[in-house]
């Protein structure tokens, strides 16, 4: 999330991955994005504190092929760049 990736300066907003890991009580995991980043996706750039400050829902369906069960909210990952 944020501006283009990479450069030094130039006042590019630096980039921010947010994900949300889900286990179900079979053991299937998967890491996807918070509701939040629809907005990236219609060109607005969030802020940090929206996205991680935002509701994330604590129980989804599994998303592992022929499973039924519910996976629960177990982290939430921010990865930042590497400090140049």
Same mark, same amino acid.
């Given at each position: 999330?944020?501006?283009?990736?990479?450069?030094?300066?130039g006042?590019?907003?630096?980039?921010?991955?947010?994900?949300?890991?889900?286990?179900?009580?079979h %053991?299937?995991? $998967?890491?996807? &994005?918070? /509701?939040?980043?629809?907005?990236?996706?219609?060109? @607005?750039?969030? !802020?940090?504190?929206?996205?991680? %400050?935002?509701? $994330?829902?604590? &129980?989804? /369906?599994?998303?592992?092929?022929?499973?039924?069960? @519910?996976?629960? !909210?177990?982290?939430?990952?921010?990865?930042?760049?590497?400090?140049?």
């Amino acid at each position: 999330v944020g501006g283009g990736g990479g450069g030094g300066g130039g006042g590019e907003a630096p980039r921010v991955w947010v994900g949300c890991e889900y286990e179900c009580r079979h %053991g299937h995991r $998967a890491v996807v &994005a918070p /509701p939040h980043r629809l907005a990236e996706a219609r060109g @607005a750039v969030p !802020l940090l504190s929206q996205l991680v %400050g935002g509701e $994330a829902p604590l &129980a989804r /369906p599994c998303l592992s092929e022929g499973c039924a069960a @519910a996976a629960q !909210l177990q982290r939430i990952y921010v990865r930042t760049p590497d400090a140049p």
